[in-house]
């Protein structure tokens, strides 16, 4: 009986971990994040199927576990037919720690109960827009540097703007559930304060697609709502909306001089003042007039209605949506140039990047065609959209069946606020933004499954043996991307011996990364060994031929016809640096 009642706060704790975990991991962008959550949240599935035993999953469960599994095998897959086949073992490795993440969940079934899972996952996400928001407004009291060293500087600690945005998202509609449904009262209270920093973040960070996504997220968390107390929470955002449009008015704050960080502070520390004042404000609304406005259910939906009118007002004011980003008409033009070269297969996972440079008349950098559905369609076929899409519609539905409870519809407004921004971003790259997102729609799966039915041995037995596998891989995963990550920080100092050593580590667990070899060559070259890095060039380029950069090292550690020929290939697969222009 004790380990059933601890069994709902050590899920929260757990997705609360999880989730700050990530975001303070820069975002999970790198393979070793993804790889850390593969192992430890497989390995969690495994001790749960070993010691408790499982439900079997509905519908909805069977069906988002399936759909991620398929996927992940389908990305693997895509190595037999990839110009760049360790792109593809590696995007293998991330979509796997999505189904790690939505396996154990399923597995721990009604244990890991949706309003623990919501309240982690906001917890989590909520502490890193208040950090952002912290280091924004008072970037002389947190410690950070005076110059920004490059956009992402600005969007500590994911790392990238729109992303942390989406994350602040997230909580945004999970806090208004926690407000309007959580137990104890100082714990509806906590949310409903926190909604004024966590949404004056999103106003900071100056995304139109995050905007987009909270307005969609609010339209379906009202459409969802039948109980009073979903419309009731809605009255709590104007409070946050004043704070957003003061935030963003500030220009120097949303957009400032990268040569010195600091100079806005006096503007960030009145910011502060005021948004600490409207947090007292909040907190007295909530304490005073929530619980009486909740009484009155005609009311509530009209102020409710009203409440979402004005926050949505304020945040197309705080940044007009005119795609600043237009760049991504370029991208989805190059994304669409591959989906017509490799209409069924697609070229292979990771391959965008190298479609981007081959075939650009712009001279812009990115590795993502900021839309998973295009992006998705060009590298793993009609297919993987398939997959792909069944993945994001499996929590949805069974969201959508739970909207007459307390936590269906801000669950199901936090998945519609992902599916609206992976439109036009890169969201699924960012495993401290997804990862989050998968466990409340497996969250949502499982709450919707019909009352539960203990998983039978065989089933049981099969569930284990796949667990332990999804651990092996994981295990052995984390075992090159360690290592590897280790080396590129040790090149970074300048220490090439330890570069090297850690690189060569790496290679024993992941013989087919030419990333590792890069890292050699670089070293090599760096201690005036031109031959040793020429040949740690060409096994690079035996193993992803289709990486234009490892082509020019390799012409730069070469001579005479080599050195042309290397050349050539490089200016081949990406004929704008070629141009210089």
Not at 53 to 64: K, S, T
Not at 415 to 424: F, I, P, R, T
Request: charged share 15%; glycine share 10%.
């Amino acid at each position: 009986m004790a380990g059933s009642r601890l069994a709902g706060p050590a899920s929260g704790a757990a997705a609360l971990a999880v989730t700050a975990a990530l975001a303070f991991d820069a975002g999970g962008f790198h393979a070793v994040s993804w790889d850390r959550a593969l192992v430890l949240l497989a390995v969690a599935a495994l001790g749960l199927l070993l010691l408790g035993g499982a439900e079997r999953p509905g519908g909805p469960a069977l069906l988002l576990v399936a759909a991620l599994a398929l996927s992940t095998a389908w990305t693997a897959a895509s190595w037999l037919w990839s110009a760049s086949p360790p792109a593809a073992l590696e995007e293998a490795q991330r979509v796997g720690s999505y189904l790690a993440a939505a396996g154990v969940v399923v597995v721990a079934g009604r244990r890991a109960a949706l309003a623990w899972l919501a309240g982690g996952v906001a917890a989590g996400a909520a502490s890193a827009s208040c950090w952002n928001l912290a280091v924004r407004l008072a970037p002389d009291w947190t410690g950070r540097p005076r110059v920004a060293g490059d956009i992402g500087s600005l969007a500590d600690p994911v790392g990238y703007a729109n992303g942390l945005a989406l994350l602040g998202v997230v909580a945004a509609v999970l806090l208004l559930g926690v407000a309007a449904a959580g137990r104890p009262r100082p714990l509806r209270l906590l949310a409903a304060v926190l909604l004024v920093p966590v949404l004056a973040d999103v106003a900071v960070l100056e995304s139109d697609g995050a905007l987009a996504a909270l307005v969609a997220a609010l339209l379906a968390l009202l459409l969802a709502s039948r109980r009073s107390q979903g419309w009731t929470a809605v009255w709590l955002l104007p409070l946050p909306a004043i704070g957003m449009a003061a935030v963003a008015s500030a220009g120097a704050i949303v957009s400032p001089a990268h040569s010195d960080l600091l100079a806005a502070a006096g503007t960030g520390h009145r910011l502060l003042l005021g948004l600490a004042l409207l947090c007292l404000a909040q907190l007295g609304l909530a304490q005073l007039f929530l619980p009486a406005l909740a009484r009155v259910r005609g009311v509530s939906r009209r102020l409710g209605v009203v409440a979402a009118a004005v926050v949505a007002a304020s945040g197309l004011a705080a940044s007009p949506f005119a795609l600043r980003g237009h760049e991504r008409g370029a991208y989805w033009h190059a994304a669409a140039r591959e989906v017509a070269a490799k209409p069924l297969l697609g070229g292979g996972a990771g391959t965008y990047v190298d479609w981007w440079v081959r075939t650009r008349d712009v001279q812009l950098s990115t590795q993502e065609a900021h839309s998973l559905y295009l992006e998705t369609l060009a590298e793993l076929g009609p297919l993987g959209l398939v997959l792909l899409a069944a993945a994001l519609a499996a929590p949805l539905a069974a969201a959508a069946r739970l909207r007459g409870t307390a936590w269906g519809p801000p669950v199901l407004a936090a998945l519609v606020a992902y599916d609206v921004h992976a439109a036009v971003d890169f969201d699924w790259e960012l495993a401290g933004v997804t990862l989050p997102v998968v466990l409340l729609g497996a969250g949502a799966a499982v709450a919707a499954s019909p009352r539960p039915v203990q998983l039978a041995a065989r089933a049981r037995v099969a569930a284990t043996l796949a667990a332990a596998a999804l651990a092996a891989a994981g295990i052995l995963a984390l075992a090159g991307s360690a290592p590897l990550a280790a080396a590129g920080d040790a090149a970074a100092a300048g220490r090439d011996q330890a570069a090297v050593s850690d690189a060569r580590r790496a290679l024993r667990f992941a013989p087919w990364s030419a990333e590792a070899w890069r890292v050699i060559g670089h070293a090599r070259l760096a201690g005036g060994d031109r031959a040793g890095a020429r040949a740690a060039f060409r096994r690079a380029v035996e193993l992803d031929p289709a990486g234009w950069q490892t082509w020019a090292e390799l012409a730069d550690a070469s001579a005479g016809e080599p050195r042309r020929a290397a050349l050539a290939e490089a200016a081949r697969l990406n004929p704008l640096w070629a141009s210089g222009s």
